[in-house]
Structure formats: structure tokens, C-alpha cells
Nanobody, 122 residues
Framework: QLELVESGGGSVQAGGTLTLSCAPS????????MGWFRQSPGKERELVAG???????RVAESVKDRFTVSPGSTENTLILQMTNLKPEDSAIYIC????????????????WGQGTQVNVSS
């Protein structure tokens, strides 16, 4: 069973920086497609950034000048560095992974983490 372990959420003031990390537990086979999504109350889950197993990357337009997604030093680890955070970035950030038939929408991912809360105060 593929489980995802997330870390790095928290509370910061506007303009601050946070780095989120996601790594699979109980999986050591093929390279995964991985992504960070976020969800706020009353809003749909949206892609923040992701990297597919073929190397394709996507970062949401709303954050592309402030957030960077990269592989971690360990296989299948995904790092999301968030800079110049804004109050509207406040959400639960959720890591997702998929083994095959990858894409960048929530429907393309079959494995989800528990989520980590990010709060940005003005």
C-alpha cells in the first residue's frame, strides 16, 4: 500500500517562506508521478505543482513566480518551496502520487496524503 508522508506546513506571515516535502512510504518500485495540490474551504482542489515520471513539470500560474517544485535527494521525494507567501495561499496542501497514466488533474492521482496546513497571515 502506497502511503505518502508530508511535512513542512505551518504558519507564517505574508512574505515568508515554507518548504513542503512529500515522500512515499512502503513503496520502492517505479518512479512515481507526484504533485502538490491545495484546497481551501468552499473551493475545489487545485494543482499547485507537479512532476510526472517522464520529467514533465507544471506549476500553477497563480504561484509560478513564487513557488518551485523539485525532486528531493531521495527517489520519489517531491519538494515544494514556497516563497513570498500571501494570505490567499492559505490552504491544506496535499501530496498526491500515481504509478501509471499520469496527468496533472486531481482525477489523475490515485494516492493521496493526509495534507498539511499552511496559514499565511497578513
Amino acid at each position: 500500500q502506497l502511503e505518502l508522508v508530508e511535512s513542512g506546513g505551518g504558519s507564517v506571515q505574508a512574505g515568508g517562506t515554507l518548504t513542503l516535502s512529500c515522500a512515499p512510504s512502503g513503496y520502492s518500485y517505479n518512479k512515481l508521478c507526484m504533485g502538490w495540490f491545495r484546497q481551501s474551504p468552499g473551493k475545489e482542489r487545485e494543482l499547485v505543482a507537479g512532476i510526472l515520471s517522464d520529467g514533465r513539470r507544471r506549476v500553477a500560474e497563480s504561484v509560478k513566480d513564487r513557488f518551485t517544485v523539485s525532486p528531493g535527494s531521495t527517489e520519489n521525494t517531491l519538494i515544494l518551496q514556497m516563497t513570498n507567501l500571501k494570505p490567499e495561499d492559505s490552504a491544506i496542501y496535499i501530496c498526491a502520487a500515481e504509478v501509471t497514466r499520469c496527468g496533472f488533474t486531481p482525477a489523475d492521482f490515485g494516492h493521496w496524503g493526509q495534507g498539511t496546513q499552511v496559514n499565511v497571515s497578513s
